[in-house]
């Protein structure tokens, strides 16, 4: 098989397991959440060993540096060798995950996030059941 020099940036980001599907990956490119080289770009926009992408997910954002193509999705550990991250990127995304845990500590647990368990689900349905 031929040696990749290119690749869709949609298409790495997904085989480097950023998304979780190729169409998440175009949505996040086509939103503005990537950039290559400090410039926006569409989905179709290739990317080659040397670039310099940014992702922004969730509240959380990395700065990586491309250092191979790989068109399949494979296991997380080869994934990671896909791309090198800068110290100060993963020491700042560290910092604001400490911070969401800091925070999320504090609050009351009926204040956090979570799913409703099943009493709670039941409780839904009913009070929907008597509204409608």
Request: charged fraction near 35%; proline fraction near 4%; hydrophobic fraction near 35%.
């Amino acid at each position: 098989m031929a040696e990749l020099s290119e690749i869709r940036i949609d298409k790495w980001l997904w085989a480097a397991r950023f998304f979780k599907t190729r169409a998440l990956a175009a949505d996040a490119v086509k939103g503005g959440k990537v950039h290559v080289n400090g410039q926006r770009c569409k989905p179709g926009r290739d990317v080659k060993p040397g670039d310099i992408i940014t992702v922004s997910k969730d509240q959380y954002t990395w700065e990586i540096q491309v250092t191979d193509l790989n068109k399949q999705r494979r296991p997380a550990q080869e994934a990671a060798t896909l791309y090198r991250e800068d110290e100060a990127s993963a020491a700042k995304r560290q910092r604001q995950m400490e911070l969401h845990k800091q925070q999320q500590a504090f609050l009351h647990p009926s204040e956090r996030e979570r799913k409703p368990n099943k009493k709670q689900r039941r409780q839904i349905h009913r009070f929907k059941q008597d509204a409608g």
